[in-house]
Structures are given as C-alpha cells and as structure tokens.
C-alpha cells in the first residue's frame, strides 16, 4: 500500500469543470502493473466509482460519466488527475484517489477531499 | 438505487457473530468478478477487509471472513468488537464495464 493525497478546490460553480489532483508518495505512477482511480461519495450515501488510468495513460470510465470526466496521468510523474465538466449540485460529494490492482481491488486510498458544488 | 443489494443496518453484541449480505446478479458476482468489502469507520476513507472473496489482507484480524455463492457474498464477523462498529461495502465488478459497490451496511455494536 502507498500513501495518496488529493487536492484542488473544494468549492466548483454549477456548470464549470471540477479538477482535482492525486499524488502518490514513493514513486513514478508509470512504474508497476497497476491503476489509479477516482471514487466519490456523496455525504450519507455509498460509493461511486468514476473511472481509472493505467500506467500508459489509457483511461476507463463508469458509464454514467464517460461524456463528463476525464482522467490522465500528471502534471508530474508521480501524480494522476480528474476533470468533470458541467458540474452541478449532484456532484457535491467527497472524492477519493486510489490505486487499483487485480480483480479490481482498491488497495490505497487517499483522505477524501470535499467538493461542493454551489455559487 | 446500487447494483449490489446490502441492508442497510445490521447490529450484535460484543462477542456476538454478524453476517452481512451482499446480492448481486448474472451480469456482476454470477458472472465471477471477485468481490471485495471495505470497511469505513466515520470521517476516513474505506479500508479493505476481504479480497479475492475470502481473502484477509495481514493486519485484519482473523475474525473477519468472506466467501460467495452464485450471485452472492457475504462477510461475517465473529467475536464482536466496539471497534468494528463502521459502514461496510461490498465491491466488485459487471460486465457493463464497471466497477459496482454496494449501498452499504451500518454495523452497530450494542
């Protein structure tokens, strides 16, 4: 297991694109046979799992927000990151980073960063 | 509404021995994805408890066990503890191309 920390705002306008960054403590992202992914959990409510990158920078995503997020490795070696465009309300939730491997497990997690979503 | 089917709450005593369901389908546990379950204590991130179905990554205590069957799972746990009291999740995978947790199961210890 490594240590993850997110980052970004925690306050996105209605319509505007939430970014937030996952950097990963001991090492390159690009090294290993591992995923990195994002998961979000809005307060009171189960988790949701919005997509991953692989080392070579292929990404997958949840169905419900292919048209909507994207997720790329950087802007440094060490670090992989999330878009969502046209955000509304519905997208206030904590969001978690973790590396994913196998069957798929979520091995490492991050704190969770909160972001709400309001003008 | 979650694609993995949880109950909602589930309690025990301290010492006492829990199970918590998780239902699936064809398309996501009966298809033979592995499940996973996490445990969340309040205000942190999920940890993992089971893996593989009925693995138990080191640090778990052994009282923690998991296992599957057609389009189900389950985790129990034996000899209750206080610290045990969190939300648990059961994860996994479906052929509509991703990954599915379920609604989550409120443990209260009495």
């Known amino acids: 297991q490594v240590p993850l920390q997110e980052s970004g705002p925690g306050l996105v306008k209605p319509s505007q694109t939430l970014s937030l960054t996952c950097t990963v403590s001991g090492g390159s992202i690009g090294s290993g046979s591992y995923y990195w992914g994002w998961i979000r959990q809005p307060a009171g409510k189960t988790l949701e799992w919005i997509g991953r990158v692989d080392a070579t920078g292929t990404s997958n995503y949840n169905p419900l927000f292919t048209s909507r997020a994207t997720i790329s490795k950087g802007p440094s070696d060490n670090q992989f990151s999330l878009k969502l465009s046209s955000v509304t309300a519905a997208d206030t939730a904590v969001y978690y980073c973790?590396?994913?491997?196998?069957?798929?497990?979520?091995?490492?997690w991050g704190q969770g960063t909160l972001v709400t979503v309001s003008s | 509404q979650s694609v993995l089917t949880q109950p909602p709450s589930v309690s025990g005593a301290p010492g006492q021995r829990v199970t918590i369901s998780c239902t699936g389908n064809?398309?996501?546990?009966?298809?033979?994805?592995?499940v996973q379950w996490y445990q969340q204590l309040p205000g942190a991130a999920p940890k993992f408890v089971i893996y593989?179905?009925?693995y138990r990554p080191s640090g778990v205590p052994d009282r923690f066990s998991g296992s599957k069957s057609g389009t189900s799972a389950s985790l129990a746990i034996t000899g209750l503890q206080a610290e045990d009291e969190a939300d648990y999740y059961c994860?996994?995978?479906?052929?509509?191309?991703?990954?599915?947790f379920g609604g989550g199961t409120k443990l209260t210890v009495l």
């Open positions: 994860q996994s995978y479906d052929n509509s191309l991703s990954v599915v």
């Open positions: 593989g179905n009925n």
């Open positions: 064809s398309s996501n546990i009966g298809a033979g994805y592995d």
């Open positions: 973790a590396r994913v491997i196998g069957g798929p497990l979520f091995d490492s």
